[in-house]
T-cell receptor, first 114, second 114 residues
């Protein structure tokens, strides 16, 4: 069984400040990790993914995440946020095999303020 | 390429009414999923279909039925709607390759049950 924990339900931040959204997972097997973003009244779209290789993964819109196997974490970061980054962010984990389903965290609402 | 489409976008039902949510994809993916999204609870899997002709229960299947009509279409039916089924419903498909899985989402159906 696998699970994902997003400890922060809401993260307020001022524009141009850095931000980190935390994600921890548990799994008994190797994993694939994902971050999805949901803008208001829209579906989810993929921000970035970790499959294997380099533990630092770069995604769209200047976001990046680091896979830390020893701490079972996959935190999302951006050095300078913009108003347009206001959205809900979901971390997800999948077993590292073809056909495994994704398990999603409960989401973190990022609110960027002027 | 429309990707994943869902109809309707919005729906209001009275308690006890029935309705079917439609999902279609042109991505030629085998796996399809139905989720519901509620505040503070993230995405919860209702049903999924690993291939045409097969369906399986997810985390919260009670009160729902599904049909995988063909490879393209996967519908979700509420036989007797209840206020607890007020939610946003997302359909997703999953690409499955030897190296990774990834899900692609539709825009969602916002359902209110009075």
């Amino acid at each position: 069984a696998q699970s994902v924990t997003q400890l922060d339900s809401q993260v307020p931040v001022f524009e141009e400040a850095p931000v980190e959204l935390r994600c921890n997972y548990s799994s008994s097997v190797s994993v694939y990790l994902f971050w999805y973003v949901q803008y208001p009244n829209q579906g989810l779209q993929l921000l970035l993914k970790y499959l294997s290789g380099s533990t630092l993964v770069k995604g769209i819109n200047g976001f990046e995440a680091e896979f830390n196997k020893s701490q079972t974490s996959f935190h999302l970061r951006k050095p300078s946020v913009h108003i347009s980054d206001t959205a809900e962010y979901f971390c997800a984990v999948s077993g590292g095999r073809r056909g495994n389903k994704l398990t999603f965290g409960t989401g973190t609402q990022l609110k960027v303020e002027l | 390429n429309a990707g994943v489409t869902q109809t309707p976008k919005f729906q209001v039902l009275k308690t006890g009414q029935s309705m079917t949510l439609q999902c279609a994809q042109d991505m030629n993916h085998n796996s399809m999923y139905w989720y519901r999204q509620d505040p503070g609870m993230g995405l919860r899997l209702i049903y999924y279909s690993a291939s045409e002709g097969t369906t399986d229960k997810g985390e919260v299947p009670n009160g729902y039925n599904v049909s995988r009509l063909n490879k393209r279409e996967f519908s979700l039916r509420l036989e007797s709607a209840a206020p607890s089924q007020t939610s946003v419903y997302f359909c997703a498909t999953q690409i499955e390759r030897a190296s990774y899985n990834e899900q692609f989402f539709g825009p969602g159906t916002r359902l209110t049950v009075l």
